[in-house]
C-alpha cells in the first residue's frame, strides 16, 4: 500500500529593521508508484460545422494510470472567455469500458460569434495524494449557410423625372449577410408581378443598382411598385428551404416625377360671342379657360 508522510516547516525572512514575515511550507512524500496519469495525446484537434447537433460526440480522450490503481476521473475545465468553454458548450462524458472520456456539444454553436475553441482537461488518478495531468482540445468550427441575406429597410422609395432615359439610375438596396464565402455572396433580382411594374426596371446582381428600362410619362402613370430578392450563394443549411438559398425581400416604390412637358391647352379651339354695340368699357363679354396637365 502507498505510504504517505509529510514534512511541515516555517520560513522566515528578516529585513534589517528588524520585520519579518513567514510562510507555511508542507512537503508531501508520496510513493514512487503513485505517478500522475498519462494522456494518449497531449493535444487534440477537431473540425466540426457550426450546426452540429446537441449531445453529438466530437472526440474521444484518454488517459492511463501507470502505476497503482487503474482508474481514472476527467473534468472539463471552464475557462474566462467563450473560446475557453464559459459559457459552458461542450460537456466530458466517460466511457467505463475502455476508460476513455468523450466530449460533447452542450448548447448550439455559432460560427459567427464564436469560431475557435480551446478546452482543457483534466484527469485524475485514485490515490491517497491523487496526482492530475492536462491535455488541450482544440475545436474549430466550420461556417455553414444558416444566416439570411437581410435587407437595411424593407421598403424603399425612390424618384425619376418623367421623359428621363433608359438607363437611368433610380436607387440602390442593400442586403447583408453575416455568412462567410459562397454563403455570404449576395445577388439581386426582382420579382416578376401581376401588375407588371416590374418589366420596367432592371438591377444589377452584385451592386444591387436599379436602372429604367423605359421612358416614363407621369400623366399617365405616376408611380410603380417592384419587389426586389436577395439570393446568397449556395445552398441553406435551414431545414425549411429545402436545398435552396436563403432569401430576403424588399418593395421599393417608384415616383415618377413631373416636369414642365406639356403646353396649356383650351377646352375648344375656337370660340363665337356675339355682343351689343352699345355695351360699355370692361363688359364682360366671354370667360375662356386651358388646362395644363402638369403639376
Known amino acids: 500500500m502507498s505510504q504517505t508522510s509529510r514534512i511541515s516547516q516555517q520560513i522566515i525572512a528578516t529585513d534589517g529593521g528588524n520585520r519579518s514575515s513567514s510562510v507555511d511550507l508542507m512537503v508531501i512524500i508520496t510513493n514512487v508508484h503513485n505517478q500522475a496519469p498519462q494522456w494518449d495525446q497531449a493535444e487534440y484537434w477537431v473540425t466540426i460545422p457550426e450546426n452540429t447537433v446537441r449531445d453529438t460526440k466530437i472526440v474521444n480522450v484518454k488517459a492511463t494510470s501507470p502505476l497503482g490503481d487503474p482508474r481514472v476521473t476527467y473534468n472539463l475545465e471552464e475557462g474566462q472567455v467563450p473560446e475557453t468553454n464559459m459559457p459552458v458548450r461542450f460537456y466530458i462524458k466517460p466511457n467505463r469500458a475502455d476508460g476513455s472520456a468523450s466530449i460533447l456539444v452542450a448548447e448550439p454553436l455559432d460560427f459567427e ?3 475557435f475553441f480551446t478546452l482543457r482537461v483534466r484527469v485524475q488518478n485514485v490515490a491517497a495524494v491523487p496526482l492530475a495531468s492536462f491535455c488541450t482540445v482544440y475545436v474549430n ?8 441575406p437581410f435587407f437595411m429597410s424593407s421598403t424603399y422609395e425612390a424618384m425619376v423625372p418623367e ?12 442586403a447583408t449577410d453575416l455568412d462567410s464565402g459562397l454563403h455570404g455572396k449576395i445577388n439581386y433580382i426582382i420579382l416578376r408581378d401581376e401588375s407588371g411594374d416590374s418589366q420596367f426596371f432592371s438591377i444589377d446582381s452584385h451592386t444591387g443598382v436599379i436602372r429604367t428600362r423605359a421612358t416614363f ?4 402613370k405616376g408611380s410603380y411598385l417592384i419587389e426586389v430578392q436577395s439570393q446568397d450563394s449556395s445552398e441553406s443549411a435551414r431545414p425549411s428551404q429545402l436545398g435552396q438559398p436563403n432569401t430576403d425581400t424588399a ?13 396649356p391647352a383650351f377646352s375648344q379651339l375656337m370660340y363665337e360671342v356675339s355682343v351689343e354695340e352699345d355695351e360699355e368699357v370692361g363688359f364682360i363679354i366671354i370667360t375662356v379657360t386651358a388646362n395644363d396637365e402638369d403639376e
Do not use: C, H
Not at 141 to 148: A, F, I, K, R
Not at 217 to 220: H, I, K, L, S
Open 163 to 174: 421623359g428621363a432615359e433608359i438607363g437611368t439610375s433610380v436607387a440602390q438596396v442593400s
Open 141 to 148: 468550427l466550420t461556417d455553414v449557410n444558416d444566416n439570411v
Open 217 to 220: 410619362d407621369r400623366e399617365q
Open 251 to 263: 418593395y421599393v416604390r417608384i415616383f415618377i416625377t413631373d416636369v414642365n412637358d406639356n403646353a
Open 113 to 115: 460569434t464564436t469560431r
